[in-house]
């Protein structure tokens, strides 16, 4: 009985554990990860697990000066009728949420014939946006699961574009 109530309060402490942006690296341990006791005496270290580096935000003038150097690859996961009503972001590729995983395993020539646009590497900085920033944020980690390292998340998303380009 006791082995069982040890082995259910390590997933509890996990779970009760917030995930805190620029946490350690999952399955890496560090000096400031905390360390508790259980019941039976042994020494759990808690790791908090982030998908993305801490900096994987960006805000509209970071976006604006990524798009001027052509130093990002935008990708807009809103659906197309989204972008036909509401407008989107020059120079972003439209590659609906539902279809990411998919497009970022094809082959260079069917991205291209698909979104019309050249297919980003891996290395490539690539920035993910949506409406409000939530559908980007899941893009964000499909494309981490798929080995792309330089990825961000326009965090205001369409709402906050659309807001600054009105305050021009």
């Not at 082995?3 to 917030?18: E, Q, V, Y």
Request: hydrophobic fraction near 35%.
């Amino acid at each position: 009985m006791a082995l069982r109530r040890c082995a259910a309060l390590a997933p509890r402490l996990l779970r009760n554990s917030p995930a805190l942006p620029g946490a350690p690296v999952p399955g890496r341990t560090s000096a400031s990860s905390p360390v508790v006791t259980n019941r039976c005496g042994e020494e759990l270290q808690l790791r908090r697990f982030s998908a993305a580096p801490s900096s994987a935000g960006v805000n509209y003038e970071q976006l604006k000066r990524l798009l001027a150097g052509r130093k990002a690859v935008v990708i807009d996961v809103r659906e197309p009728s989204e972008l036909m009503e509401y407008g989107h972001i020059p120079g972003s590729i439209n590659v609906p949420l539902g279809q990411v995983n998919t497009a970022l395993q094809l082959a260079q020539e069917e991205f291209h014939e698909k979104y019309g646009a050249v297919m980003p590497q891996q290395t490539d900085n690539i920035v993910f946006t949506c409406r409000s920033g939530v559908r980007s944020l899941k893009a964000l980690d499909t494309a981490v699961s798929l080995g792309y390292k330089d990825v961000q998340n326009y965090l205001g998303g369409w709402l906050d574009w659309e807001k600054n380009e009105q305050q021009k």
